[in-house]
């Protein structure tokens, strides 16, 4: 799975309807930005869903139950002979994600060159 994830973790969660949430044995995610898209597109829609579902964020990281909410940015890594990549988060969307309630992390996947590389799209 790729793109920009909300996960929230925790014990008999509900899901509020809004935001559009797949169930899992542990909680559950939303897909904020799809897989095709670069990092800095996932910055963007990921600052939209934050201010989309301020409210709906802030309420339920304050649920009883709930351990954990993080927005996962996927980054693959087409280049494996490069040893360093740097991606940062703008101080906007730290203080959003932070205001909800909301941790941000990254993963970096080790890529072939069939990967997407789509510049635009997601969903908010």
């Known amino acids: 799975m790729g793109g920009c994830i909300l996960r929230v ?5 509900v899901a509020p309807p809004e935001l559009g949430a797949v ?3 542990y ?3 939303v897909e904020v930005a799809h897989e095709d898209v670069v990092f800095e597109v996932q910055v963007h829609l990921a600052g939209q869903f934050l201010t ?11 649920t009883h139950g709930v351990q954990s909410a993080e927005l996962d940015f996927c980054v693959w890594n087409r280049a494996p002979e490069i040893v360093a990549q740097s991606h940062s988060f703008p101080a ?4 959003s994600a932070g205001a909800c309630g909301v941790g941000l992390g990254l993963s970096l996947y080790l890529a072939a060159d069939t990967q997407p590389t789509t510049q635009a799209g997601g969903s908010s």
Do not use: I
């Open 9 to 13: 973790v925790g014990l008999n969660l």
């Open 23 to 25: 169930s899992t044995g």
């Open 27 to 29: 909680g559950f995610f």
């Open 52 to 62: 989309k579902y301020k409210t709906t964020l802030t309420q339920l990281t304050k």
């Open 92 to 95: 906007a969307l730290v203080a």
